[in-house]
């Protein structure tokens, strides 16, 4: 389910009472109906022990079934992070090729999904790792078998940013719009979570994410892309957001 279904079916008001419970349990139809905590957690599970782990093996004729769990728990763990093939291969033992593979079937099997930087100047950005987010939240969590209040967690900016960034896909998707999707960070550190643009970086909206203090637009940004909007989202206003979406249309 995308944020805008759940505004149109429980309201706004409903939806900004509970988006801490989506953060942590995902959005799938049967996840968000469900009720009691363990329950969805159970469900969670039985997704990702049946679906993630025996129907992928399945269909994807995984033969080293350890080495691609060890993978996904790996990708859970470093969202939002750069992920470097050939790091994650020598931590698991098998080559850069298996991993290529592997992430390659968990986006056909949409899992997971790739971000490539923003690159346009070559001296100041990077351009080569990628960054790897879970379409669900829920499934990430399931995965590194954490399901605590976010508040006490030293992941929910990670958690948070992964949400947002798929509610985009979602949004964008539904929309029909043939935009480019990427992160963006300088060869010093300075980054931005998400920027969708057109081909020709006419027009460039750039995203960053916060568990709750809102963050300005990095200068080294503005000045490489001063034809850009920025927007600071947050777990108060991450539903507003996509409200206003919406109604601009």
């Keep these: 389910l995308s944020l805008k279904e759940l505004v149109d079916t429980?309201?706004?008001m409903n939806v900004e009472k509970k988006i801490e419970e989506y953060l942590i349990f995902g959005m799938y139809p049967q996840i968000v109906s469900g009720d009691g905590r363990q329950k969805k957690i159970q469900l969670l599970k039985d997704l990702t022990t049946d679906y993630l782990f025996k129907d992928i093996?399945?269909?994807?004729?995984?033969?080293?079934?350890?080495?691609?769990?060890?993978?996904?728990?790996?990708?859970a763990l470093r969202v939002g992070s750069e992920i470097s093939y050939s790091e994650l291969a020598k931590?698991?033992?098998?080559s850069r090729g298996t991993v290529y593979g592997y992430i390659t079937l968990l986006e056909q099997a949409f899992i997971?999904?790739?971000l490539n930087p923003l690159y346009t100047n070559k001296a100041k950005e990077i351009n080569k790792n990628h960054k790897i987010y879970f379409y669900d939240v829920g499934i990430r969590n399931a995965l590194i078998g954490n399901f605590d209040?976010?508040?006490?967690?030293?992941?929910?900016?990670?958690v948070l940013e992964n949400f947002f960034i798929a509610e985009k896909i979602k949004e964008r998707a539904y929309a029909n719009r043939y935009t480019e999707i990427h992160f963006w960070r300088t060869r010093?550190?300075?980054?931005?979570?998400?920027?969708?643009c057109n081909p020709t970086y006419t027009e460039i909206k750039a995203y960053e994410c916060k568990w709750k203090d809102k963050s300005s637009v990095p200068i080294s940004f503005k000045t490489l892309y001063p034809q850009a909007s920025f927007t600071?989202?947050?777990k108060e206003n991450i539903v507003e957001e996509f409200i206003k979406i919406e109604s601009s249309k």
Excluded: C, H, P
């Design 232 to 234: 600071s989202v947050t």
């Design 112 to 114: 997971i999904f790739r």
């Design 57 to 75: 093996f399945i269909f994807g004729d995984i033969r080293n079934s350890f080495a691609f769990e060890k993978l996904v728990k790996l990708l």
């Design 91 to 94: 931590e698991i033992g098998i």
């Design 10 to 12: 429980y309201t706004k």
């Design 188 to 196: 010093s550190g300075t980054e931005i979570d998400f920027i969708e």
């Design 149 to 158: 209040s976010l508040e006490e967690r030293i992941d929910k900016g990670a």
